[in-house]
């Protein structure tokens, strides 16, 4: 027989997941808990789930789209994280679509948000890039992604109210908006803020308001800030007993005061100021502003140690119900609380408090799980120092209490009286009364199935008490490592034991004896159960196996994860373990060898404890999130696992001081209700009295009233019934008028009517006379027009067949011009190729010779250099006799001189006209040398022009000669080339140049240029010519045309005149007492019928 596992009820809320409450009606709200998806409804107290996906890490943020019909749930693991999207409308929350980021770099998304349409969603993921990605969720397409902080953190994301497009952005000193448009997300605005926004929400399609951390309430209009509200927290004074807790925490230091959640309604919004305060804003008609109109406080908790510790709890989400009647929260310590808006408002002059929306659930991690035989009740104890007790039947927590220190197991008595609570270094034994818990017995632990032993672990060893001594009756050692389970048989006559030593062993209770072992020291066990039958113990660990005689019969493998706890059903065909992973695997007795369970998604956390009730009906499973989660335990259609009824009791244990204390109260309750009766029947008295007393005054007003009524009533009725008399009288004198002037007017009328019928048999018959007369006319003139007509387009066709012929002679004539000219134009270019091709070659020569004349001047130039440093070595040569003989000249006698003087002076004087010679031979070979670089300079320049003329020439010559089947346009690029290189420069030597060419080839340009405009001038004498004699011709053709155009427009006239004539007979015909003149008519007619022929 197949078994199923079917989620019932689940006792807690998933932390840390960005909006994790939201109304899907009035009655219904959405909120996560373990790995799955609670819609919980509050009045009928039944919850239908929605399983995570499979391999998900956990839920990071939820959002409900705007027509609460789908729910976007953001989850982590696998590759990539992903969003997937459920219909609500389904009963099971149909899944609808996956989306992802693609292959953006994204680790998480944060927040999520539908626009107003519910058509996109938009996400936010986390750092570095914090990427904003914006999806047509429907068609699992990526809109467009942006980079949406500059790598501070981002808290919020929305859509605004009014615009698919716009989105804002809030996070770490910042307030973003985009808009989308044409693929992309645009940023276009950005304000700074030196606060952490943590929250905001829109009041309307341009204004947002938004919460800081340091509890700041700030006010923005199109991006920009305009205000700031105040939050101050106060202005409904709290009870005594909560003054202190409102500005301190329970260790003394003072609360933070931070605005973590708004919401906005009909007449404002909604906001959390700092720990379990919110406050509720209404708008003003004072430029449209905000005032804090009530302070709703969350309570005080009275099971626990400090009762004000309960309002230190910060808000994390907030949220509203369609018809705004229902305001619910969920804060970070994992409760959820709500409040009656429309009663809040009714007793405005008292303090308002929230109330837990379902039941106050675990905080921190569930480490003991222990079910009652009797009673149908389930205790748990957590990290959070409570004990609580559940009714699984009834689906409410029945009592609970906070405890000085972690209680670190539970165990419930078969009985439900009683309850055993470990802590760290002691064990409690405790009564479970009505409505607390209270202590019996310390000790310095699990009932066995009769209730009359409980044994306790203490490290590596077990203890077994009696209930009713309390006495230690064994001590069970034999463990090296730490015992992490121990469970009793069935008749509580063995117990079995498994520790992180590997080792699983049975012992009897009675004589204290180890009966049975089975040690693997490579295997760490964290669970162990027994079969009903108490032959086969199941160890969970590493792996599940199954123990008999010793030995490990099976073994199933945990792929991938750690068993943490392990049951058995009562009737043994099924075993269920939790995981690591915190789901929860079924496997079906006897154990296979392959992989063969069935796994459902559980809790976000470890499963710490499982647990089966004693009818087989349900199972119960505790894990580190803080859940307690229940199953139903089907068959696959559906059907219990029950095979005999189970009774339980519903007695409960209370003290006489309780009881007698109850009893007074009811007593003093009844005789209060006893006095309110008695008090509210005298005012009832007493208001019947003075009620019959107004009516009475009321029913004599209202008789006066009426009788007054009547009389006017009366009197109108009689002035009523005077003027029907008066309008009678009046409406017989107008008949009698009105008949007596219609009698004349129809006698008048009768005869000018014989008048007319005569007028108009006369003229009818002269319109028939006319009418004959005008058709017989008609006809004459038509015949006549048709045979003029006809000769008429006879003869212009014979003169249009000539013409057409002339047309085409002149056409053949047109057209051997055009191939004459043709034949010229192509003679006239080949000259001219002709010719510029001499002129390439003369201007090739001219540059040769110029190249060869710089060679021999720079040959010259050098023969000068030569020569000027000879001169100036004999100038040296000079110089120096000149100074030796001045140096010798004082050593030379007298006598010597006088006759060698004349010989020396002519010697001297010869020296010297050779050296003035040498100096003006030196002087003039300078000049000439200077000027010779002049001209090798000038004629090098006019060399380059030349080239670069002759490659400008060349590039207009070849742009012409792709011009040769354009006439005109050749005609054009000739004359401006002909503008362009024949305007005349005059050089430095006054000569006459066209643009840098030598005379002669100016002469030859100009000699061409005159043959060509001569040929030119003769070609354009002779075109004018044909053209005389073609226009004469077409001129003549014309004329005849024209001609026969007019005569053709004369019968027309003609013909048109005869119909006007026509057209003015019938008017002569149709007046009165006019005459037919047919003789006149058929005389005129027949003057312009000649006309006609001719």
Known sequence: MAVVAQSSYIFGLRKGVTNNLCFLNDQTVVFPAGNNCVRYNIDQKWQKFIPGTDKSQGMQALALSPNRRYLAVAESGGERPTVTVYDLTHEQGRKRKVLTAGDLP?????????????????????????????????????????????????????????????????GFGLLRLF???????????????????????????????AGTDTGRLLMFESGYLRRELDTGVGAVPPPPKTRHAE???????????????VVPYAKGFVCSVGPGTVCVYQITEENDGYRKTREI????????????????????????????ETLALSTQQGQLYSINLVSAEISRGEQAYFEFLSSSFHSRPITGLSICIRKQLVATCSLDRSVRVWNYDTNVLEVYKEFQEEALSVALHPSGHFLLVGFTD??????????????????????????????????????????????????????????????????????????????????????????????????????????????????????????????????????????????????????????????IRVFKYPLSQQKDWIEYQAHCGPVTKVLVTFDDQLLLTASGDGSLLV??????????????????????LIT???LEEKNQNMHELKSRVDELKMEKEYQLRLSDISYNVKIKELSKTFIREIESLKTQNQVMKREGEQQAIAHQEVLVEIREKHSKELQTSESSNSQKLLLEYTKCDELQQQHQAMQLEHERLLGAAEQSGALALEELSLSYQAKLHDKTQQLEQCQAEAKQQRREYGENKSQIEEDRDREISSLDLSYEKRLFKEKETNVTMKGQAGMMRKQEKETQGLKR???????????????????????????MEAELECFHQKNTKLELCVADLKMKLVATDKERNRETQRVKQCKATVDRFQADLNRCATLLQDPKQLKKAMREMCDKYSSAVVTERGQVEIAGLEPDLHMEYVRQRDHLEKMVLSLKTQLARDSEVQGSRSAEGSSRVTRLNGEEEEVDRMVQLQRAQIQQLKPELQGQGSAFRPPSTATSSSTRLPALHT
Request: with cysteine; hydrophobic share 35%; aromatic share 8%.
């Open 877 to 903: 040569t000079i110089s120096e006799g000149v100074e030796t003989i001045r140096v010798k000249e004082p050593t030379v006698g007298h006598s010597l001189s006088v006759p060698w003087e004349p010989t």
């Open 106 to 170: 994204v680790g998480e998304f944060l927040c999520m948000a539908f626009s107003p349409d519910s058509k996109y969603l938009i996400g936010q993921s986390g750092g570095p890039k914090w990427t904003l990605v914006l999806w047509l969720w429907e068609k699992q397409k990526v809109m467009a992604t942006v980079s949406s902080s500059d790598g501070d953190p981002v808290s919020q994301v929305s859509f605004s109210p009014q615009d698919n497009a716009q989105v804002c952005v809030s």
């Open 656 to 658: 006489k001081t309780d």
């Open 247 to 261: 500005s301190k925490r329970p260790d003394g230091t003072e609360a933070e005061r931070r605005v973590g959640a």
């Open 631 to 652: 199953w139903k335990i089907v068959d696959k259609e559906g059907r219990g696992l029950r095979d005999k009824e189970v009774y339980y009791t519903e007695e409960v």
């Open 426 to 583: 002691k064990l409690r034994m405790m009564n479970l009364l009505i409505d607390d818990i209270r202590t019996v017995k310390e000790f310095t632990c699990v009932f066995s199935h009769g209730g009359h032993l409980f044994a306790a672990i203490n490290g590596n060893v077990i203890h077994i008490y009696s209930v009713t001594t309390f006495d230690n009756v064994l001590t069970l050692k034999g463990h090296n490592g730490k015992v992490k389970a121990v469970v009793w048989s069935t008749d509580d006559g063995r117990l079995v034991s498994c520790g992180t030593d590997g080792a699983v062993y049975e012992w009897n209770t009675l004589s204290g004896k180890r009966e049975s072992e089975s040690v693997l020291k490579s295997c760490v066990y964290t669970g162990v159960a027994i079969s009903p039958d108490a032959r086969t113990i199941f160890a969970a660990g590493t792996g599940l196996k199954e123990i008999q005689d010793c030995q490990v019969l099976r073994e199933v493998p945990a792929d991938g994860v750690t068993y943490t706890a392990l049951a058995v059903s009562r009737s043994g065909k099924v075993i269920f373990t939790g995981t690591s992973s915190g789901t």
């Open 179 to 209: 808009q989308y448009g044409e693929g992309t997300l645009r940023r276009v605005h950005a304000t700074k803020v030196g606060a952490a926004l943590l929250c905001h929400a829109w009041l309307s399609g341009t204004q947002v308001v």
């Open 297 to 324: 406080l969350i309570p005080l908790d009275p099971c626990c140690n400090e009762p004000s510790q309960a309002q230190q709890q910060e808000v994390a989400t907030m949220c509203l119900s369609p018809s705004e």
